[in-house]
């Protein structure tokens, strides 16, 4: 078997544009997810049964499809239903977004859940309304404690923006698959693909292990 | 509790509204009666301490009386006026009573100046510098000056719960509220926490005390309340209570804490 490298050389500048793309579509997903999932998790602790069963209908809805098949409907019907047509960038990124702000909105949920009782009751004991009680105590103990978690979400984003290449959105993935079909170079893309995905991502886990370690729950 | 006339009789301020009274007051949890019927109250610059064995009620009864926990009978006034059940109006109630938990419940991510600071400033909306000035008066009476810029896990329990009690005082309130606050202290630093409590009383401030420190009663109570299954048992001056109890369940109750004067 001859093995021809240089077509990785030959193509560098568009797999480099393909990781940018693959970064970007992950910062902008985390962008939306995260505000997305605080305000899901929030209306799943409402006393209001209507906004808590809309969320949790989003939760479990989005939670328990397989994000490619998301992906293909946001593609496919989405348009059909708002009469809008995104990109695919765009679309790929709705795809994400409704995926990743169920995942976020459980995370959070459990960090609000996690701050003991009696630490509402010190801030309401002060005269504070339960907005100001989440506000100030609640929240900023809550995010502490999800952050770990985020940052494992996000390691595994990074990964599974790869699924929206099936909707030819110009990532790292879809790229490197466009790269071999026009070259045949199967081995050696798919070897690059594998080795700029790893040289992105383990600085990523290692930076979550990280935070984890310094943030990570310890009281 | 027919008697609560005859028994007011020597109590400090007794002629004037108390400033907290319990009428009847009852709470039920499921089929769990945690108080049934309790009446008492406590008059200004008294210190009341509740005391009685463990999941007798006292410190429901305690929790009723900033709303943190709904009655669910009886009447419950605050300076002559019924506690309010709207939220905003509970809220105001709650800012004129100070409440000082038996788990600290300090907030860990502030610093000690800013969790005596964070009630002034969030619910009086007075300035940082008045807030951060109150809060360094605060210190230094619970004597934790040198303390101002640690977070609360860098403390030992009886600093904590000084800081709880600064924190506490600096919504100037009218009533302290005390839920077993030396329950989880170390033997050593419990002493410390009682001190400050006790120079709080010697101040006139009125306070009503959940505890098991049967001396710290003894020693600073204007009132002591004997609580067992959700019920007052005996009311008196606490040389009533510790050195001639009327009934026999408050004597048991001190005999099994080994009270022996």
């Not at chain 2, 000056?145 to 919504?171: E, F, W």
């Amino acid at each position: 078997m001859n093995l021809d490298w240089s077509v990785v050389w030959q193509f560098s500048g568009t797999l480099a544009k393909g990781a940018g793309i693959t970064i970007l579509l992950t910062i902008a997903t985390m962008a939306v997810a995260v505000p997305g999932g605080i305000v899901l998790a929030l209306m799943r602790l409402s006393p209001n049964r209507v906004l808590n069963w809309m969320a949790l209908c989003f939760v479990e809805f989005f939670r328990n499809i397989p994000l490619i098949l998301l992906v293909y409907w946001s593609f496919y019907v989405l348009p059909v239903l708002s009469g809008l047509t995104l990109p695919p960038f765009t679309t790929g990124l709705v795809a994400l977004a409704l995926n990743v702000s169920a995942y976020n909105s459980e995370t959070f949920r459990a960090g609000i859940n996690s701050i003991r009782k009696g630490q509402s009751e010190a801030g309401l004991a002060l005269g504070m309304s339960h907005i100001e009680v989440m506000r100030k105590i609640v929240l900023p103990q809550a995010a502490r404690r999800v952050l770990p978690v985020l940052a494992s979400t996000w390691v595994s984003l990074f990964k599974d923006t790869s699924l929206v290449s099936v909707i030819a959105v110009g990532e790292l993935a879809h790229t490197a698959l466009e790269i071999r079909s026009q070259t045949f170079r199967i081995l050696e893309i798919l070897t690059a693909m594998a080795v700029i995905y790893w040289v992105l991502g383990y600085p990523q886990a290692k930076l979550a292990d990280w935070i984890y370690r310094k943030w990570g729950v310890k009281e | 509790m027919s008697n609560v006339t005859e028994a007011d009789f020597g109590r400090k301020n007794a002629s004037s509204t108390p400033v907290v009274e319990y009428r009847d007051v009852r709470k039920q949890y499921g089929n769990f009666t945690a108080l049934d019927g309790v009446s008492a109250r406590v008059n200004r610059g008294e210190v009341l301490c509740l005391i009685g064995p463990s999941g007798s009620g006292k410190s429901t009864l305690l929790r009723t009386t900033n709303a943190l926990e709904v009655i669910d009978g009886g009447q419950l006034y605050f300076d002559g006026h019924p506690l309010p059940s709207s939220k905003a109006e509970i809220r105001k109630v709650r800012q004129r009573m100070g409440m000082v938990f038996q788990s600290f419940e300090l907030f860990p991510h502030k610093t000690v100046l800013e969790n005596i600071t964070i009630g002034p400033l969030t619910v009086l909306g007075i300035s940082e510098a008045e807030a951060n000035a109150r809060a360094r008066v605060l210190l230094e009476k619970v004597g934790l000056t040198d303390k101002a810029d640690r977070y609360p896990a860098n403390l030992s329990g009886g600093q904590q719960q000084r800081v709880a009690i600064a924190r506490a005082l600096a919504m100037e309130p009218e009533v302290m509220l005390f839920d077993e606050p030396t329950s989880a202290l170390d033997p050593e630093t419990i002493g410390e926490v009682l001190n400050v409590m006790k120079r709080l009383a010697d101040e006139g401030m009125t306070m009503v005390v959940v505890t098991h420190e049967m001396s710290f009663a003894r020693r600073v109570a204007d009132w002591v309340v004997v609580f067992d299954h959700g019920k007052i048992v005996e009311q008196g001056p606490p040389a009533q209570i510790f050195d001639a109890p009327r009934e026999d369940r408050t004597r048991n109750f001190l005999s099994h804490l080994g009270w022996n004067g």
